[in-house]
């Protein structure tokens, strides 16, 4: 497997504000910074929208469009792919690809929520590539290919997962690591599915539910007049992709909901200490909140 980065194909499906920060930030970070005359990589893109392909290629983010039909014709040229969509998408375009691809090439999605995926996972490996799942922990509230930002991934967490008795797809995952280090992320956690949509549903999916309801509570539009940053800070994310974060919610239910149990007992606990004007147990519970942020950073 050539682990020269700057030599790779790389494919991008999904033309979005996903894809298309990881086109900017191979195109950036991977192959202009690898000096003059090493880099014979390319970068390719398939998208439905016919926009996005035009504005990526005459911007020089990737070297060649591809349209739906053309799949198999761009998959068969890709040392290494990320699968750019919404999960079910996700799971039907590996379902339906399984045999087109290029021998060796490295396999990867960037879904919220790795059950889908998992579930038939054995079923969904190609035989002649290796399928490694991912996830980047970053990305803008807005949508499209015009709202993507390679600086989006610089300093932010990746997480790379698992799989028991997989030994095989060491050296794909190490290329992985490897890629998206270059790419600008710099805290790359390993771990297995499970686990992963467990801590996501709690940092990621609970949040913009959080995010959700304090705007959905929110007195009249106005409200940010009387703002000081707290409010913003808190709402920025409820700028929702409504589509996307209903899948999300709903393809983890069970560790969803059980977040947000877990929420609303809390939430109730410090109501009672607030009606109870009980000053004391307030102080010493906002006391114990600020040690544990602090041991968060």
Not at 80 to 95: D, G, K, M, R, S
Not at 147 to 165: L, M, P, R, V
Not at 232 to 259: G, Q, V, Y
Not at 261 to 267: A, I, L, S
Request: proline share 2%.
């Amino acid at each position: 497997m050539n682990q020269n980065l700057s030599q790779l194909t790389y494919g991008i499906v999904g033309l979005g504000i996903m894809g298309g920060s990881i086109a900017k930030a191979i195109r950036t970070n991977v192959l202009s910074s690898a000096g003059e005359g090493a880099v014979t990589g390319k970068i390719f893109a398939l998208d439905k929208n016919n926009e996005s392909l035009y504005a990526a290629c005459t911007t020089g983010v990737i070297d060649q469009a591809f349209t739906p039909s053309e799949t198999e014709k761009m998959l068969g040229q890709c040392d290494v792919l990320f699968i750019c969509l919404y999960p079910h998408a996700t799971l039907e375009f590996l379902q339906t690809h399984k045999n087109h691809y290029k021998d060796d090439a490295v396999i990867t999605d960037i879904s919220g929520v790795k059950a889908l995926i998992q579930a038939d996972f054995n079923s969904l490996c190609p035989t002649n590539a290796h399928l490694v799942l991912g996830h980047p922990m970053a990305g803008g509230e807005k949508e499209g290919f015009a709202a993507s930002k390679g600086e989006y991934f610089a300093n932010h967490n990746y997480i790379i997962i698992t799989q028991k008795n997989d030994e095989k797809n060491d050296e794909a995952r190490a290329l992985l690591e490897k890629l998206v280090g270059a790419m600008g992320f710099t805290r790359i956690t390993k771990t297995d599915s499970s686990t992963h949509d467990s801590k996501i549903g709690f940092t990621s999916q609970l949040c913009h539910v959080v995010a959700s309801v304090m705007v959905e509570s929110a007195e009249d539009p106005e409200i940010t007049s009387f703002g000081g940053g707290s409010f913003e800070d808190l709402t920025r994310i409820a700028m929702i992709n409504a589509p996307l974060w209903t899948e999300l919610f709903l393809s983890n239910k069970e560790k969803l909901i059980a977040h947000i149990e877990t929420f609303k007992k809390h939430m109730n606990e410090i109501e009672k200490l607030i009606e109870t004007e009980d000053k004391e147990g307030l102080k010493s519970l906002l006391q114990d909140v600020r040690e544990k942020r602090i041991k968060m950073q």
